[in-house]
T-cell receptor, first 112, second 110 residues
Framework: ETGVTQTPRHLVMGMTNKKSLKCEQH?????MYWYKQSAKKPLELMFVYSLEERVENNSVPSRFSPECPNSSHLFLHLHTLQPEDSALYLC???????????FGNGTRLTVT | KQEVTQIPAALSVPEGENLVLNCSFT??????LQWFRQDPGKGLTSLLL?????REQTSGRLNASLDKSSGRSTLYIAASQPGDSATYLC?????????FGAGTILRVKS
């Protein structure tokens, strides 16, 4: 158990679907992150939330929409995705800048 | 541009060998550097974190060093075991951002 829980573990969706990825942490952390891991590429930072406020948006297309309703939960809303968006989406949390990041096990997304 | 490079991309060794994984980064104004382990289909497990003011950290058979001025870090694994087989990722923190290398895929043969 990593302390950071992501659901679902696997998701297959068509290009016209709308779905959401969920991340939950009970570590008392106040920063949460979404990362994308594509095959044979380094992890890419997508979004950072600190104290429920978005502080980083790494030029992510608008078809990805994050939401952080409180310090324990983070969502990634998906709509009209492309096949190249298929990847492992990882959520992480940390206490503050400079503290270690704790990662969930990820959601494996396949866009058909 | 902040980039992190890991060498080698893949490594296969017999059990019991000591080995070194290398990481280099282009921007030395780092907050800290972390080494992670990733098993297939899983998330990332933090192995060691070195703050920018530190030179090394040790945990069991793992030792990580940091030379900020030259932009390099090494992860030393002593007496490798088949259970060490995984992808090892180096990540450098700049403010809110953690920039990752592409990883080294390690296979330890029994």
């Amino acid at each position: 158990e990593t302390g950071v829980t992501q659901t679902p573990r696997h998701l297959v969706m068509g290009m016209t679907n709308k779905k959401s990825l969920k991340c939950e942490q009970h570590l008392g952390h106040n920063a949460m992150y979404w990362y994308k891991q594509s095959a044979k590429k380094p992890l890419e930072l997508m979004f950072v939330y600190s104290l429920e406020e978005r502080v980083e948006n790494n030029s992510v297309p608008s078809r990805f929409s994050p939401e952080c309703p409180n310090s324990s939960h983070l969502f990634l809303h998906l709509h009209t995705l492309q096949p190249e968006d298929s990847a492992l989406y990882l959520c992480a949390s940390s206490r503050q800048n400079g503290s270690p990041l704790h990662f969930g096990n990820g959601t494996r997304l396949t866009v058909t | 541009k902040q980039e992190v490079t890991q060498i080698p991309a893949a490594l296969s060794v017999p059990e019991g060998e000591n080995l070194v994984l290398n990481c280099s980064f282009t921007d030395s104004a780092i907050y800290n550097l972390q080494w992670f382990r990733q098993d297939p289909g899983k998330g990332l497990t933090s192995l060691l974190l070195i703050q920018s003011s530190q030179r090394e950290q040790t945990s069991g058979r793992l030792n990580a060093s940091l030379d900020k001025s030259s932009g390099r870090s090494t992860l030393y694994i002593a007496a490798s075991q088949p259970g060490d087989s995984a992808t090892y990722l180096c990540a450098v923190q700049y403010g809110n951002k953690l920039v990752f290398g592409a990883g080294t895929i390690l296979r330890v043969k029994s």
